[in-house]
């Protein structure tokens, strides 16, 4: 990674982000599907880079499109590490309630929840062992490319990218993002057209439709005296209260590093050498950083003795990292993989959207003892791509935080993220496949899938 280059990508990631911030301020329908700002730089930068513009003009000069071959090489180096940094400040600035509490609130949010993700990999898996393994010739591990891109998002998809390599499925990397591109998008429409057949059918009580947003609302800026964007905690005598912040992150992706570098000479010691099984070498940092996250805020809170860490600063790193590394995904997403896989790539978007609409409809209305759709809306956005998505459709329905559902998803994300949408299970389930095969996996994923199915239907469903 040479400096010039580096700085050329940060200039052409904001040039980007800019651009499309005010095409998004002129544009009523992307106002109106609330389009985010990054997926938008996203999409300018693939259709100016080498995937569109360097395709259309002939010649060498127009190869890279606007960009430079040094520029694509970054953009495509910083999904993985900007990735580390958002899931290692998942958890700082965060009270850990004891594991009962949780439960109490967020456990048929929980059930629904794990329901919908361990459906993504039943549904995968038969769609990779009959159909795509059989008719397309991908390998089973595409089985998990529904989860990993609707669950786990586009920048799990991106930070994913060397496990695919590293099991001899780089095309599974693009077909990855190209899904969960689809899926963030696919959550924005189908989503506003589910709150619209909502409010219209009384199934939600808190809601402003959409019509009655402000400008500024749909525009997605503040016209008025601005929202704080966090509370220092350190003076700056001592130390720059950001940089307080960007080092407990430095240290959770320094711990998740030594848990990683343990179990990787764990399996090598253990079941690595005596059945030949090996998982963890697999594994990216970043789940692994999550755990050291956790660590970091449990030691922080008993070093400093008083709260050092401000949840409001630690959103706005998670915010640029985000915003970053969906533009640089998408921009140096391969088109050309998708184009030759697109029969199959449309088969598991369809398979993925259909089977969310399904469980939304006919699932949390039967597994959510109160409020399912406040509750299911939210969990809609979250299992096709981002959680700023499903806070955006639940910010509609539920402006004013009157049900318990912001409270129950926040609750749910933390016993859900360590194991699905990112977690350790999505970024195992790769090698796991590959290992095990794809009827043993899903064997395992049925199970479970049954399992929280009928915790949801029969355990928090009666409770209404």
């Known amino acids: 990674m040479d400096t010039p280059s580096f700085i050329l990508a940060l200039v052409a990631l904001s040039a980007l982000l800019l651009i499309s911030k005010w095409i998004r301020i002129v544009t009523p329908l992307f106002q109106r599907y609330f389009i985010p700002t990054s997926i938008i730089a996203g999409l300018l930068g693939l259709a100016a880079g080498p995937q569109v513009l360097g395709k259309i003009v002939p010649g060498e000069t127009f190869d890279s499109g606007l960009f430079t071959e040094g520029i694509m090489e ?13 899931f ?3 958890f700082l600035g965060k009270s850990l309630p004891g594991p009962k509490s949780i439960w109490k609130q967020a456990g ?15 549904i995968g898996l038969l ?19 529904i989860e990993i891109s609707f669950q786990g998002g586009p920048g799990t998809a991106a930070g994913l990218s060397s496990t695919f390599e590293s099991l001899d499925f780089e095309d599974g990397a693009d077909l990855a993002l190209g899904l969960a591109t689809i899926g963030i998008l696919s959550a924005v429409i189908a989503g506003m057209i589910i709150v619209n057949w909502g409010i219209r059918n009384d199934k939600t009580k808190q809601a402003e439709k959409p019509s009655e947003l402000s400008q500024s609302e749909k525009k997605g800026i503040f016209t008025e005296e601005g929202v704080a964007a ?3 905690t350190t003076r700056q005598q001592s130390i720059e209260s950001l940089t307080i912040h960007v080092a407990h992150i430095g240290a959770a992706i320094g711990t998740g590093l030594l848990v990683q570098w343990a179990f990787v000479e764990l399996e090598k010691l253990t079941w690595g050498a005596m059945f030949n099984v090996y998982i963890f070498e697999y594994v990216p940092l970043f789940p692994l950083a999550m755990a050291g996250g956790v660590v970091v805020q449990l030691l922080s809170g008993r070093l400093f003795k008083f709260n050092i860490i401000d949840r409001q600063l630690i959103k706005r790193i998670q915010g640029l990292s985000l915003d970053l590394l969906i533009t640089a995904s998408v921009a140096s997403l391969s088109l050309t993989v998708i184009g030759n896989n697109l029969l199959p790539f449309l088969i598991l978007a369809a398979a993925g959207i259909l089977w969310n609409v399904i469980a939304l409809l006919f699932l949390a209305p039967r597994m959510m003892p109160d409020h399912w759709f406040e509750r299911g809306i939210v969990d809609f956005g979250q299992s096709m791509g981002m959680t700023p998505t499903g806070l955006l459709l639940l910010q509609i329905v539920d402006p004013e935080r009157k ?3 912001f409270d129950s998803f926040g609750y749910k994300q933390l016993l859900f993220e360590p194991v699905m949408g990112g977690g350790l299970f999505t970024a195992a389930s790769l090698p796991l496949i590959v290992q095990f095969g794809a009827v043993p996996m899903l064997i395992l994923t049925s199970v479970l899938f049954v399992v929280w199915l009928l915790i949801g239907l029969l355990h928090f469903g009666r409770r209404k």
């Open 88 to 90: 290692a400040a998942l």
């Open 127 to 145: 769609m990779a062992l009959f159909v795509l393994s059989t008719f397309f010739d991908l390998p089973p591990a595409a089985g998990a490319l």
């Open 403 to 405: 049900t318990p559902a």
């Open 108 to 122: 048929p949010q929980l059930s629904y929840g794990l329901t919908v993700g361990w459906g993504q990999y039943v």
């Open 230 to 232: 966090g509370n220092l």
């Open 74 to 86: 970054i953009f495509g180096l910083m999904p993985e590490i900007l990735i580390t940094i958002i």
